[in-house]
DNA sequence: TCTGGGGTCCTAGGACCC
DNA sequence: TCTGGGGTCCTAGGACCC
């Protein structure tokens, strides 16, 4: 082999394709008229920002910021202000995936907004130019505006990514394969700003002189593994361009999973309480199911608010180990109530409870007991049957008589925009007992 | 009054065994 | 009963991500 295609060969390329203020944009799609506007997303029960549009950051509105703090903002229209919308933002990053999938056969889906494209065939074209085609096409198929940071290693593609954001010059497309290059941008990325560093380990960065990415570099691997582990040793030498971390096209099934929110008002009554956990109960089981698997140990726990420090607080978990891992409905709902019935204590306001699995096997691979009196058969083709229907009308369209008719624990979303991408239901709910 | 939710990985230390 | 080393497994906690 001619040494040029050996060092072809070796030689790695990622893009990180970001979607710029995602839940945002995602709102202003369907409702053009809010272009140019200060628009921002709130966390579940309309709590605190978690998505800003970039006439919101230049009011000045931090992420996650309690909305209390802007409510006067929101109510005479100089913010916009929306509840979230998870089934609409997960549509439109299916959109946006699908899109980029048809530039590079190899893409990882990082987060809801993010994905790294291998870009390793693509180091003979021009790259600045099919970025461009990338974003562009984007813009158009689904009116998401993204940006793209391109480099020879994973972190170095986030580096690029944030400075394609911030760089008047770049206007969201930056690709870094020279290494003046890299290594200016490295200096010009502030350590707090390194995928991987966070607020711990820019502290401990800064005690030792390090400010920037390039500073970082220059520390050796013996004191990088000392105080951050194998993690930050990889982390160092990526940033250097040596490429550690691969593109995970397939997620690996998850090993926890868990479903947790505040309720919607303060909850005393234990029935109320148990409603809402047998709907997290039931929320786990999907999940579990979405993935092929089943669980064999949960816990679930319970608290009031630990802000109001005037109220008297409590807080509680169970665990239980399950005789065979399932991934029912009316199994997970039934040992989250007996796990739940142990931990309340009347008295006390409550603000929150959860459900959390472990011990999670692929179907194929459960225990079978030879005491189980539990006809596994039948559940499973009831859950299929029920998971056929939620597919079809949507999610609450079935569901366990536990989890209640009319929810006084329901988040509060009282600005949420209208699903525009998926079917709305207009067919009555039906319980299973 | 109001302050999100859901994950991953790694390490240290204790218990236990040979 | 004490001495010593080495291995495994489990758990709690800390760090990070979006």
Redesign the pocket.
């Known amino acids: 082999m001619d040494p040029a295609q050996a060092g072809d060969a070796m030689t790695t390329l990622f893009a990180l394709c970001d979607c710029n203020n995602f839940y945002a944009s995602c709102e202003r799609v369907f409702q053009p008229q809010l272009n140019g506007k200060p628009v921002v997303v709130l ?3 309309d ?2 920002v ?1 998505a800003r549009s970039n006439e919101a950051k230049a009011l000045g509105i931090q992420m ?1 910021a ?3 703090e802007i ?1 006067d903002l929101a109510e005479c229209g100089d913010v916009h202000a929306f509840s979230s919308n998870y089934v609409l933002y997960g549509d439109m990053s299916s959109r946006v995936m699908a899109t980029l999938s048809l530039f590079t056969p190899n893409i990882e889906v ?5 994905s790294f494209l291998d870009l390793g065939n693509f180091y003979k074209k021009d790259l600045n130019e099919y970025c461009w085609e990338i974003k562009r096409t984007v813009q158009q198929w689904t009116g998401i505006p993204i940006s793209l940071g391109v480099a020879p290693t994973k972190a170095l593609a ?1 580096v690029a990514n944030k400075l394609a954001k911030k760089s008047q010059k770049a206007k969201g497309v930056l690709v870094l394969t020279d290494p003046h290059h890299l290594a200016e941008a490295l200096k010009a990325t502030q350590i707090e700003d ?9 502290k401990l960065l800064r005690r030792h002189g390090v400010s920037t990415a390039y500073d970082f570099t220059q520390k050796n691997d013996a004191w990088v593994k000392k105080h951050m ?3 930050g040793l990889r982390l160092v030498k990526e940033l250097r361009g040596e490429s550690c971390l691969e593109l995970e096209e397939l997620a ?1 099934p ?9 309720f919607g008002e ?1 909850l005393t009554e234990y029935s109320q309480i148990e409603e809402a956990t047998a709907s ?1 109960a039931a ?1 786990c089981a999907r ?1 579990l199911r979405k993935q092929g698997s089943c669980a064999r140990v949960m816990t679930v726990f319970l608290q009031t ?1 630990f ?2 420090e005037r109220e008297p607080q409590y807080s509680n978990s169970r665990t239980i180990t399950l005789p065979v891992a399932t991934n029912s409905d009316l199994e997970l709902i039934h040992y989250a109530s007996l796990a739940l019935k142990s931990i309340f204590r009347p008295g006390y306001r409550y ?2 409870s ?1 459900v959390f699995l472990t011990e999670i096997v692929p179907n194929y691979q459960i225990q079978y007991d030879l005491l189980d009196k539990v006809d596994r058969e039948k559940h499973n083709s009831l859950m299929e049957t029920v998971d056929r229907l939620a597919a079809r009308y949507g999610r609450d369209i079935v569901k366990v008589a536990a989890q209640g008719l009319d929810p006084l624990w329901q ?1 509060k979303c009282e600005r949420r925009s209208p699903c525009f991408t998926t079917r709305l239901s207009e067919i009555p709910i039906v319980y299973i007992e």
């Open positions: 966390s579940n029960n709590g605190c978690v996650g309690p909305f209390f409510r990082y987060s809801i907004d993010e986030k390194v995928w991987g560093v966070g607020r711990q380990y820019a582990a194998v993690v690996p998850k090993k926890g999973i868990c479903t947790s929110r505040g303060r997290y929320t999940k608010n802000f109001s603000k929150k959860g988040m």
